[in-house]
């Protein structure tokens, strides 16, 4: 048992370490958008399984797609380091990808079948607005869609 417990204590310590180096701290933001790219992988795969459109390919550039977010995060850590150590950088990019990882969740909910709170349609144009980015809506639908073009597969 002593065993693990060293072991558990050392990924720990290096895990806190390297989050520390690459976000500048565990925040509540990037806490908030690590549950937000878990939900939207895990919405995303329901969706697809309920659709009959699951391909493990897709999915495997899904993940990519959400590493590349904690990259372009810590990124920007390190731009507003440079910069004099203040976070405007960091978190206009974390208030991006919240929004853009939230109007993906109520995608895929709604590809799911269920229907869409208006609130959390409200709170995409929040986080728009502190992001720097304006969404667009371009349909009846009532929905906000992305403030950037999407590659498709």
Do not use: C
Not at 96 to 114: D, H, Q, T
């Amino acid at each position: 048992m002593g065993e693990w417990s060293h072991v558990i204590k050392t990924i720990s310590a290096v895990s806190g370490a390297l989050m520390g180096y690459m976000f500048g701290g565990w925040s509540l933001l990037i806490h908030l958008l690590l549950w937000f790219v878990i939900v939207d992988w895990l919405t995303g795969w329901a969706a697809a399984w309920i659709n009959g459109e699951l391909k493990s390919r897709k999915g495997y550039f899904g993940i990519a797609r959400k590493v590349a977010i904690f990259l372009l995060v810590a990124l920007s850590h390190f731009i507003d380091n440079a910069l004099g150590g203040l976070q405007y950088f960091q978190n206009a990019v974390v208030f991006f990808y919240l929004a853009n990882e939230l109007l993906s969740i109520l995608e895929n909910v709604g590809r799911m079948g269920l229907p869409v709170p208006k609130v959390l349609r409200k709170a995409i144009e929040i986080f728009n607005e502190k992001s720097g980015e304006k969404a667009v809506e371009d349909d009846d639908s009532g929905i906000a869609h992305r403030p950037i073009d999407r590659l498709e597969e």
